[in-house]
């Protein structure tokens, strides 16, 4: 009698700890025109797994019989929440992760203008960052100008996360605004980086006290976003819209 009982006591655990198992090994997998959404299938994965947090946890409220005495599982209980919070906060971290490699997509802010935001960087091979007249040369009109960066700062929320920026706009949808710092105009060193995002306008900036060719760009840290203007050989990072 007493191997049944403490049979159907592993059965009990073997049977909760196994309602875990599927959002690991069975994760859905969602296609994209032949390419994984990785964000989506991140989404998927943590939602399948409070799933079976909450059945686990719901399984853990009842009693277990051992020895012939019913004993309440506060203590099992507790270390099962225990492990659950410590996993939650694991695949939270991966859920909440924003993709900063984007998809290319323009995305609709709800901005006033109507403007578009792509929701990556540009590059031209390995170059990610460039001078305002490779700027000019290589992405034209497709540039932002300066009126459109003071829309984006003043209709948006702007929350700085790490080393980006999460730009929101008035319907929800938001872009991602990596600080990659500036590029020296003598010696080519990037300086700034991750903790300085620099973005060029399609503007120039004229300047009657100073020899320099000036343009205006985006410049923010993790405490300030503004407009600014300087020499135009530096490197800065480009966004597109149209």
Known sequence: MGENKQARVHASRRDSFALIYPAVIQTPTIS????????????????????NISILLMAGSKNLIINNKKHTIMKTKLLYMGCLMALSMIAF?????DDLAGTGEYIDLGLP?????????????????FSYQEAISTFGSNLPTKEQYEELISECKWKWKDNYYKVTGPNGKYILLQAEGSVDCHDGSNFYIDSRGTYWSSESYSDPNSIVSQAWYLDFDNNNVDMTHWSQCLGHSVRLVK
């Open 93 to 97: 971290s991966g859920c909440e992760k």
């Open 113 to 129: 203008s109507g403007t578009l935001w792509r929701d990556m960087n540009e590059k031209d091979g390995d170059v990610h960052m």
């Open 32 to 51: 994209n025109k032949g390419k994984t959404n990785k964000r989506k299938l991140r989404l998927s994965f943590c939602l399948f797994l409070l799933r």
